[in-house]
């Protein structure tokens, strides 16, 4: 992005990326022109060129600044050096994901979209879910105590964050905050099932 140094200058592209993300929740970010995102903040192509080289560059600053909210949204809700003992600690992981869903949902369908035709985009949204796996894949592990983690924890770290991902990307945002605790519960009982209770008998046939 061309640098910039004033708080003017700053302002003006904040104010680009806030209507870049009215305007990508509305449509998508495939469908959203620099001419609609200028028209929704009322600004000249000319200021948008100052500041980014296409929507493209304006979707890597969108995607910092969600990163590092990101970042600072987990910590706050999970704590630092925090476990999974339980359910209640699941229902507070899967809790974080919707929240962070739920009011970052234009970043997170911008950044998305973007991965399925760019190999960019498409390596920062696998390095957006390694993370989670990762942090996952340790409290598999930690739950069915386990020295460390094995092939069997990652496999399940990734199917409950990938559940999770797909869920909140179908369900988000919710018709109430009724239907979201709902969802949040449908999603906690189902990633309890695989994470705290591993080895269930197989029903008879």
Known sequence: MPATATSKGERSAAELKAAALR???RQGYLSTKIGDITAEAG????????????KDDLLRSIAD?????LRERVVEQSGEGHALDGIDDIRGHVRAYWDIYRDHRAEMTAIYEASLVS???????????????????????EARRLA???????LTALAVVSMIERFCQVVAPPESEA???????????????GVLQPDLPHPPR
């Open 119 to 141: 190999a960019e985009f498409a390596t920062h949204w696998e390095a957006m879910r390694a993370r989670h796996v990762t942090i996952w894949t340790a409290h598999v592990a």
């Open 148 to 154: 460390a983690p094995d092939v069997d924890a990652r």
């Open 23 to 25: 305007v990508i929740a």
């Open 65 to 69: 600044d969600f990163a590092a909210a």
């Open 179 to 193: 239907a979201g605790d709902a969802a949040v519960e449908a999603l906690t009982r189902l990633a309890a099932h």
């Open 43 to 54: 600004k000249s192509a000319g200021i948008f060129y100052r500041y980014f080289t296409d």
